[in-house]
C-alpha cells in the first residue's frame, strides 16, 4: 500500500531553516510527481510546492517563492522541502501528497512552528 513519511518538522526562528524529508514506498516513485501542502490552524490546506517525476519541472506558491525548494531523489524515494527565510505565517503542518491510481495520499504531517 501506498505510504508516506514526514520528517524534519520543529521550532525555529524567524528568519531560520528547515528541511522537510517524506519517505515514499507502495509504487513506482519515479513515475510519480510529488507536492507537499501545509495546514495552518483554522486555514484550509494550501499548496506548497510540486515537483514532476523526473524533477524536470518544479512549481510553487507564491507564498514561499525564492525561499522554499522541493527536490527528490529517485533512487532514495523520497522527497524534500528546504524552507530557508522562515517566517511565523510559515507556522503549519507540512504534509506530503501523490495522486496514484485515481487517488491522492497523504502522509501524517510533520508539524512545523516559526516563533521567537
Known amino acids: 500500500q501506498v505510504q508516506l513519511v514526514e520528517s524534519g518538522g520543529g521550532l525555529v526562528q524567524p528568519g531560520g531553516s528547515l528541511r522537510l524529508s517524506c519517505a515514499a514506498s507502495g509504487f513506482i516513485f519515479s513515475s510519480y510527481a510529488m507536492s507537499w501542502y501545509r495546514q495552518a490552524p483554522g486555514k484550509e490546506r494550501e499548496l506548497v510546492a510540486v515537483?514532476?517525476?523526473?524533477?524536470?519541472?518544479?512549481n510553487y506558491a507564491d507564498s514561499v517563492k525564492g525561499r522554499f525548494t522541493i527536490s527528490r531523489d529517485n533512487a532514495k524515494k523520497t522527497v524534500y522541502l528546504q524552507m530557508s527565510s522562515l517566517k511565523p505565517e510559515d507556522t503549519a503542518v507540512y504534509s506530503c501528497?501523490?495522486?496514484?491510481?485515481?487517488?491522492?495520499?497523504w502522509g501524517q504531517g510533520t508539524q512545523v512552528t516559526v516563533s521567537s
Open positions: 501528497n501523490v495522486f496514484v491510481w485515481g487517488r491522492h495520499y
Open positions: 515537483i514532476t517525476s523526473a524533477a524536470g519541472s518544479t
